[in-house]
């Protein structure tokens, strides 16, 4: 049974940062890619960034160059690591394995970021 839980989220104001966990069971994260997304309530679930097997990354426009995206394979964990954020970057966040572009994978239960002005 594969499980993924997501932990980190909490009350920041603009400008500072949060580590978001993703905490893989039942699989090895490190045998597909894994992505976080986010969501507010009444839009769609958006990608926020990728980790492939390789290492590769790739970010959504809106957050390159504040967010990165990193995978401890001894801990079996991806981290979202947030920085400068902004009042926009409030939502739910969320952790999908396998990521394709179906979104066919498992998701984790979600972890709520509220960014201050």
């Known amino acids: 049974q594969v499980q993924l839980v997501e932990s980190g989220g909490g009350l920041v104001q603009a400008g500072g940062s949060l580590r978001l966990s993703c905490a893989v069971s039942?699989?090895?994260?490190?045998?597909?890619?894994i992505g976080w997304y986010r969501q507010v309530p009444g839009k769609q679930r958006d990608l926020v960034a990728i980790?492939?097997?390789?290492?590769?990354?790739v970010y959504a426009d809106s957050v390159k160059g504040r967010f990165a995206i990193s995978r401890d394979d001894a801990e079996n964990t991806v981290y979202l690591q947030m920085n400068s954020l902004k009042p926009e970057d409030t939502a739910v966040y969320y952790c999908?394995?396998?990521?394709?572009?179906?979104?066919?994978?498992?998701w984790g239960q979600g972890t709520q970021v509220t960014v201050s002005s």
């Open positions: 980790i492939y097997e390789t290492r590769r990354t």
């Open positions: 039942g699989a090895m994260a490190s045998d597909n890619a």
């Open positions: 999908n394995w396998p990521c394709d572009a179906a979104r066919r994978g498992y």
